[in-house]
């Protein structure tokens, strides 16, 4: 690829200029924008529209209700958070109560690393919240606590401590991109990619794990194991887009970047929604974000169904091309855009159906004219056979070798019976030339002498040799 | 204009303060071009400008010392408080506080290299230089020191060809004899707040990604 390529193709990635300018601004309202990034507010919202989300258990909003907080109402596991915290600074998990109360008769929880709090000290962890040591500028801040989130049995050899979640980038209410977020040792159990978790990019049309990142650069297995970080199928992949998608609608913010985590028990939960997602996700995923932005800008999507439908015709494929790498065979759908060359280099882009039911392939009588086989239409007249025969007619037809004349014909390279609903018929078969995605290979066709046929070329078995065929595409 | 500069230097206003307002523009219209096209990040646009400013009286060589130390010492001072359990404000009060202090290291240094611009230079340049912490120690504790340090040396290198900007004097004249040219800044720095093109920082971090393709 020379220079000039590169940057024509550089113009579809998202930098940080057009992010800001061209998505943020125009689709992100900033009422809309404050509305993700108070955690309880949104916690609330989502409810309300039925969106599961770790359950609220308390806030705490001010020092006298810190002072009247009834510690009898925590359950045994949870997390505390404080409300505008970045980052995952502040964030207390609670694995479990401790059986034994301290000496002064207060519960006991036990954090990570087996580390016992008592009331006192979640007291004051709880005060530090409100004096504003973890908010981002460091105003007071409101402390909650939620339900915790259990470590989903399919992610629990790649997660180091913390949960890993998904992020989805919703534009104009489709999926556009998505990659898993894996905490790790260097990111002390966090997910989050710049400070050191791993990013791995998602198929979008199959769920499955594609290249993975750590600090921008890229690696195959999770550092210091062997556990492979590509392949990984993500459960409830059609949950999780239909999630994203309304989590979209209720922060009614054009772009933006829904976190979903897997609970054992609940499933896909929300986590939460971000106003200005990162652009690392196009690295994880080796692919360009703004042209997928572009694709999907002004689409009416009326229905959350058409809206995964379109995320995953759209920006599916990155599966294929590995089975392409694999099998060297490329995939294809029922319906392909093909091209025919004709006699005299004339090309013709046509919708094929391909047909593995098909022995041979076939084409109408108008390709075949445009592909300038009109002498062969036209030698095929003068022996004045029925576009539908029965079995009889063929048979007669043989004993006389009228397929010896036909055959005469420079072109023409055989004769087929075809057997269909209708009848029998006696067609003439050319070679012609296919170009189908990258390839370009010679095929036998035969012409039906009939028209008002859907597609104008069928391919056959004896064309599909090459291919692998995938019902969805 | 002519008229009006020769006025406020009739009146005792120095050259100097008429440069350094009429540089302002410029220097600002460089860091914004600095981070929309090339992709610094730096501090913010206020800490780079005042930084180089600062650098520009204090001179080079001292300015960028001062600033390497002051880092030097709050990083060390943070990492000394870091087992104490104190409160933000508070704790950023004793690094900035002790910080300044350690300039009484440095006035010695000058003293023994004989650096009498150093020595005799306002404390109020050093204190900007100094204020360069809060932000640092921000960085460090919002987004990891490898973040802080590469933000820093960022603004380092902004504010070090900003000084070589601020003290070619023929730009300094051209500006002084026709003000007008910052109204081509001006144009220039919206142009730059319209442009949606990838920063050059960014086609080295998805290279991958172009060359994928």
């Known amino acids: ?39 309880i507010k949104f916690k609330k919202e989502l409810q309300k529209h039925n969106i599961p989300t770790p359950k609220l258990l308390a806030t705490v ?39 034994k109360k301290t000496a002064d008769g207060e519960r006991q929880w036990v954090k990570t690393k087996g580390v016992k709090l008592s009331e006192t000290m979640i007291h ?6 409100l004096d504003g ?15 915790r989130i259990k470590l989903n049995k399919s992610f629990k050899h790649l997660a180091y401590k913390g949960i890993p979640d998904i992020r989805v980038i919703v534009f104009n209410r489709i999926p556009v991109m998505a990659m898993i ?27 499955v794990t594609t290249n993975a990142i750590m600090r921008e650069q890229f690696i195959d297995t999770i550092p210091g194991t062997e556990i492979n970080l590509a392949g990984i199928r993500i459960p409830y992949w059609n949950t999780i887009l239909d999630i994203a998608i309304r989590t979209a609608d209720v922060t009614k913010l054009g772009f933006t970047g829904v976190d979903i985590a897997i609970d054992r028990d609940a499933g896909p939960v929300v986590l939460e929604a971000n106003a200005r997602p990162g652009l690392a996700i196009q690295i994880a995923n080796l692919a360009p974000l703004k042209e997928r932005l572009e694709k999907v800008k002004g689409l009416k999507v009326k229905t959350i169904k058409r809206a995964i439908r379109l995320a995953k015709d759209l920006f599916g494929g990155e599966i294929e091309e590995e089975i392409e790498e694999i099998t060297g065979r490329q995939v294809i759908g029922l319906i392909e855009e093909i091209t025919l060359i004709g006699k005299n280099n004339q090309k013709q882009n046509v919708q094929a159906k391909i047909d593995t039911g098909a022995g041979k392939t076939s084409i109408d009588e108008s390709l075949a004219i445009a592909l300038g086989y009109e002498d062969v239409l036209r030698h095929m007249k003068t022996f004045h056979i029925k576009s539908v025969l029965t079995l009889d007619e063929v048979n007669s037809l043989s004993k006389d070798k009228i397929w010896q004349q036909i055959e005469e014909h420079p072109d023409i390279i055989g004769v087929s019976k075809v057997r269909s609903s209708h009848g029998y018929s006696y067609r003439p078969i050319i070679y012609i030339q296919v170009k189908v995605g990258n390839e370009i290979f010679e095929t036998k066709a035969n012409i039906i002498t009939r028209t008002g046929l859907k597609y104008p070329i069928i391919l056959g078995e004896n064309s599909l040799k090459r291919f692998i065929i995938d019902p969805r595409k | 204009m002519d008229i009006f500069f020769s006025y406020l230097m009739n009146n005792g206003v120095p050259r100097e303060t008429i440069d350094i307002l009429l540089m302002f523009p410029i220097m600002a219209g460089f860091i914004v071009a600095a981070r929309q096209i090339v992709g610094f990040k730096a501090f913010g646009i206020y800490t780079p400008l005042i930084i180089t400013f600062a650098l520009t009286e204090i001179g080079f060589k001292y300015g960028v010392s001062i600033f390497i130390v002051s880092l030097v010492v709050a990083s060390i001072v943070r990492y000394l408080l870091r087992k104490i359990r104190i409160l933000y404000l508070p704790k950023m009060a004793l690094i900035l506080s002790i910080t300044a202090l350690s300039m009484f290291l440095s006035l010695v240094w000058g003293i023994f290299s004989d650096s009498t611009v150093f020595v005799q230079a306002s404390i109020y340049q050093i204190l900007i230089i100094i204020t360069l912490v809060e932000k640092f120690i921000n960085a460090q504790m919002e987004k990891g020191y490898r973040t802080a340090v590469v933000l820093s040396i960022e603004t380092l290198i902004l504010a070090s060809l900003g000084n070589l900007i601020m003290t070619t004097t023929q730009l300094r004249d051209l500006v002084f004899y026709n003000p007008w040219i910052i109204l081509i800044v001006f144009a220039g720095i919206i142009f730059l707040g319209r442009y949606e093109g990838l920063r050059i920082s960014e086609y080295i971090r998805f290279r991958k990604i172009i060359s994928n393709q």
């Open chain 1, 1 to 39: 690829m020379n220079w000039l390529e590169s940057f024509v193709f550089s113009q579809k990635i998202l930098g940080m200029n057009a992010r800001n300018l061209s998505y943020i601004k125009p689709y992100n309202y900033r009422k809309w924008v404050r509305l993700v990034d108070n955690k």
């Open chain 1, 133 to 147: 040591t973890y908010s981002r500028t460091n105003s007071p801040d409101v402390a909650f606590f939620e339900e």
């Open chain 1, 124 to 129: 004051n962890h709880m005060s530090n919240i």
């Open chain 1, 181 to 207: 977020r894996i905490p790790t040792k260097e990111s002390d159990g966090k997910a989050n990619l710049h400070l050191g978790g791993i990013g791995v990019g998602i198929d979008m049309a199959t769920g």
């Open chain 1, 61 to 99: 909003r001010s020092y006298e209700k810190l002072n009247e907080f009834d510690y009898t109402k925590l359950p045994k596991s949870f997390v505390l958070k404080p409300t505008s915290g970045f980052g995952g600074e502040g964030i207390i998990v609670i694995f479990g109560e401790d059986k």
